[in-house]
């Protein structure tokens, strides 16, 4: 099962993987079964930019969603690594206990909440429901979809990339 939260939550006994997907670590964290896969993290420059609104005090909900959720979900998109990693999840969190974290206290603002949503998307898909959560952010997935789908129209990718 995959499960997601903050680096507080972190328990290498606990579980068999735990994913870090942040883009740089502040500390090394221990444990044989850690795994750092700053692919999974927003990229220098959308970090850099959610800092910026942070910093002037205009960074909230509303505009994360409408303009750094598109901009992530692009950035995925974009890379082949993190869509194989993506997958990789999926898969070992339907055999295994995958714990996925970043540093952001609060996930309704945080990318991992994205990336639940398209474990939960996928699940739902396959009909084997793999997150646990008491949380819902599948509609992520469906975003993720539609703009898959609209950057193939606009000949930005191809299909299957
Ligand atoms: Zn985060």
Redesign the pocket.
């Known amino acids: 099962m995959l499960y997601f939260g903050s680096f507080k939550d972190i328990d290498t006994t606990k579980y068999y993987k735990v994913v870090l997907a942040v883009r740089h670590l502040q500390h090394p964290v221990k444990g044989d079964n850690v795994i750092h896969a700053p692919v999974l993290a927003p990229s220098a420059y959308l970090v850099a930019k959610i800092r910026k609104e942070k910093e002037a005090g205009t960074f909230d909900y509303p505009m994360w969603r409408a303009v750094f959720v598109a901009e992530y979900m692009s950035e995925l998109i974009a890379s082949v690594n993190a869509q194989k990693t993506l997958i990789n999840l999926y898969k070992a969190g339907c055999e295994k206990d995958i714990l996925v974290c970043?540093?952001?206290p609060d996930d309704t603002v945080?990318?991992?909440s994205v990336i639940q949503g398209l474990m939960q998307g996928r699940g739902r898909k396959q009909n084997n429901d793999v997150v646990v959560s008491d949380k819902d952010y599948s509609y992520f997935y469906d975003d993720f979809r539609r703009l898959v789908d609209y950057k193939i129209k606009q000949h930005q990718i191809r299909p299957n990339s």
């Open positions: 970043c540093y952001c945080c990318h991992r």
